[in-house]
């Protein structure tokens, strides 16, 4: 159980940014939006260009995008450019001009006449769905239990990362109060996982869709142990039907793929931080096998 703040805080009539909040992110925390410097991204080859980080949300992206491309869309060829959010890369102006809520991941599709800016995890997803025909039901009912779940993941990722994984993982001081009510909310979302995936295969029915593409990175980056270093506190491994859903997704070879694009942690072999071809994966499978040898 961690320990509670000794200190009481009452809220002044009207806040002010008088001081550094403090964790992890305090560097590139601040109340407004915009540049903070003038900086043109990068622009390759390919008809899709990503700007993103190798987070949950941006995992999202890039494994929706290999997917596309295994089933042999081939206008679902992608750069991916990294975007160090440590750094503040997000508040350059060309960052900002292609997403103005300065948050991985965004895209931007100059395969017609004119660019298509296209941000948030949950409209890029649907918007790459629908261009190529994949991954989105077109049957109704199957469509709007797809878009809930869709949203249902949307809607849950604050009280799971911004929550839970702040007040757990990242705040400067340990918080009972804070850190039991996240818990305790990422646990009912848990549950609420376990139970639809105790009825249905996949989240949307018995056809993998956006809905698990989306879902896969939190709820399966916490049963393995990739976020916050939580699963044991969370004692995950009781939602048996939350770990076949993610041991089965995650041996996907586009999620395997996608998972190392922009990723800029774990081992070196696992990290693709950049990728603008498919025989990028290649290079980097020749230099582990080299680096074993």
């Known amino acids: 159980m961690s320990t509670s703040s000794t200190s009481e805080y009452t809220p002044p009539k009207v806040w002010t940014w008088d001081k550094a909040s403090g964790g992890r992110f305090a560097n590139i925390n601040r109340p407004i939006s915009g540049p903070t410097h003038e900086k043109e991204l990068p622009v390759g080859r390919h008809p899709l260009q990503l700007y993103s980080l190798g987070t949950p949300n941006g995992v999202k992206v890039t494994v929706m995008l290999e997917e596309l491309l295994a089933l042999g869309h081939r206008g679902a060829e992608y750069d991916a450019w990294l975007i160090k959010i440590g750094d503040g890369d997000q508040f350059g102006s060309g ?3 292609a997403n103005p809520n300065s948050k991985i991941p965004a895209l931007v599709d ?3 006449p004119k660019p298509i800016r296209v941000f948030e995890t949950g409209a890029i997803l649907t918007y790459l769905a629908e261009k190529f025909g994949a991954f ?3 049957e109704p009912a199957a469509r709007a239990e797809c878009l809930s779940w869709l949203f249902w993941q949307m809607g849950s990722a604050p009280y799971l990362g911004g929550g839970f994984g702040h007040f757990y993982a990242y705040a400067p001081t340990k918080i009972e109060y804070a850190i039991d009510r996240f818990a305790m909310e990422t646990k009912r979302l848990l549950h609420v996982l376990d139970t639809r995936l105790g009825e249905s295969e996949y989240l949307a ?3 993998y869709t956006i809905a698990d593409i989306a879902a896969w990175p939190w709820y399966g980056g916490l049963m393995n142990n990739w976020l916050y270093g939580a699963a044991e506190f ?3 491994e009781e939602y048996k039907n939350v770990r076949r859903w993610t041991d089965a997704i995650g041996a996907r070879p586009a999620v395997r793929r996608g998972r190392m694009v922009n990723r800029v942690s774990g081992e070196p072999s696992s990290q693709l ?3 603008h071809d498919a025989s990028d994966f290649e290079t980097k499978t020749q230099d582990k096998v080299a680096a074993q040898s």
Do not use: C, D, I, Y
Request: no cysteine.
């Open 136 to 138: 989105l039901p077109t």
């Open 234 to 236: 969370l004692n995950v």
């Open 205 to 207: 029915g018995s056809e």
């Open 110 to 112: 100059r395969s017609g």
């Open 95 to 97: 960052f900002v001009a």
């Open 273 to 275: 931080h950049e990728r």
